[in-house]
């Protein structure tokens, strides 16, 4: 599926992002170099099902595909990055996290027969992973894996310049690796899964629940957020533990060893030159990756541990949507 050449010389992609929560629906158009042209974004506050995403997605495609902004030829491609499990080989959504509606969707097929073109759909951090490796922040790297640390822990491999799917499509699941034994509880039922101690979720709602005990925490919190604890990002936890503050210190060590210990693995594992940290934790920048990377380098063999990267990803909070045009743009 993928040849990353160019064949066409003129026309347009468009890269759609749809997430299970509802708080992600993003249409982009780009041009054959992966730019993007156009943009529209579409949270929800709620959790919806498959049938009123794709109404809001079809609305949405028509407002960024009007004929004017297509002036320099036709849509050629579209690519899909779904926060949820994917069977790309079949062109199916297996299962979207938290969302009704979406149980072996054949997305591809529901796109190319509503708008005529052909389609391409991955799960989101297979996606990212992709495009931080063509167009960001691992240009040139053969084996890499990006890890989306957002609302939940998504990763992604790319081995050999392509996206690793492995038997069943399910391959990077990376959030539900088991780290902590008797650790706390995952969204998926399960206990002590990185996901739950290292997504943005898992951070801001261990640092408000614990607060309660540590009133200078608590004043803390309130002084970030304006009052409005419940808001409290990943990042400003990492600025809270940078300035002294305790308990964010104490949790964010945490995510230091457990997300270092399921990385260290992986690195063993696949001996990747480059991982990219992408999602909202990722925002923490400095505060997250040299002391990430020492602590990879201490768990590794020296001959393995030394040679990986450790890097953040280019394109923020933008990574799904460019990898959805980076799918679309694999072929065309
Ligand atoms: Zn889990």
Not at 175 to 193: I, T, Y
Not at 241 to 261: C, M, W
Request: proline share 3%.
């Amino acid at each position: 599926m993928t040849t990353g050449k160019l064949l066409a010389t003129q026309g347009y992609v468009v890269g759609i992002e749809i997430s299970g929560s509802g708080s992600r629906q993003a249409i982009a158009l780009a041009d054959l170099n992966g730019t993007i042209l156009y943009r529209v974004r579409r949270p929800l506050e709620y959790v919806p099902d498959a049938e009123t995403v794709l109404q809001l997605i079809g609305k949405m495609l028509t407002e960024v595909t009007t004929p004017e902004r297509l002036s320099d030829g036709r849509i050629l491609r579209v690519g899909v990055a779904i926060g949820g499990l994917v069977d790309a080989t079949h062109g199916i959504v297996r299962t979207l996290h938290h969302a009704h509606g979406w149980d072996n969707f054949p997305l591809q097929d529901y796109f190319e027969e509503k708008l005529d073109i052909p389609c391409i759909i991955n799960n989101n951090a297979n996606a990212a992973a992709l495009a931080e490796v063509q167009y960001g922040a691992g240009i040139g790297e053969r084996n890499a894996l990006y890890v989306g640390l957002g609302r939940g822990i998504g990763g992604g491999m790319v081995v050999g310049g392509k996206i690793y799917q492995g038997a069943t499509c399910s391959a990077g699941e990376i959030g539900h690796m088991l780290v902590k034994e008797n650790g706390p509880k995952c969204s998926c039922g399960g206990f002590g899964h990185l996901e739950a101690i290292a997504s943005a979720q898992a951070i801001s709602r261990r640092m408000i629940g614990l607060s309660a005990e540590y009133p200078e925490t608590e004043a803390a919190i309130r002084r970030v957020t304006g009052g409005r604890a419940e808001r409290i990002t990943a990042e400003q936890v990492f600025r809270l533990a940078a300035e002294g503050d305790t308990l964010a210190q104490r949790i964010v060590e945490e995510v230091y060893t457990y997300l270092g210990i399921a990385l260290a693995n992986i690195v063993h594992l696949v001996n990747p030159g480059v991982i990219i940290l992408g999602g909202n934790v990722a925002q923490a920048g400095e505060l997250l990756i040299p002391p990430l990377q020492e602590r990879i380098r201490e768990l590794c063999l020296p001959s393995v541990g030394q040679s990986v990267r450790v890097v953040q990803g280019k394109h923020g909070s933008e990574a799904n949507l460019v990898g959805a045009i980076t799918l679309a743009l694999q072929d065309v």
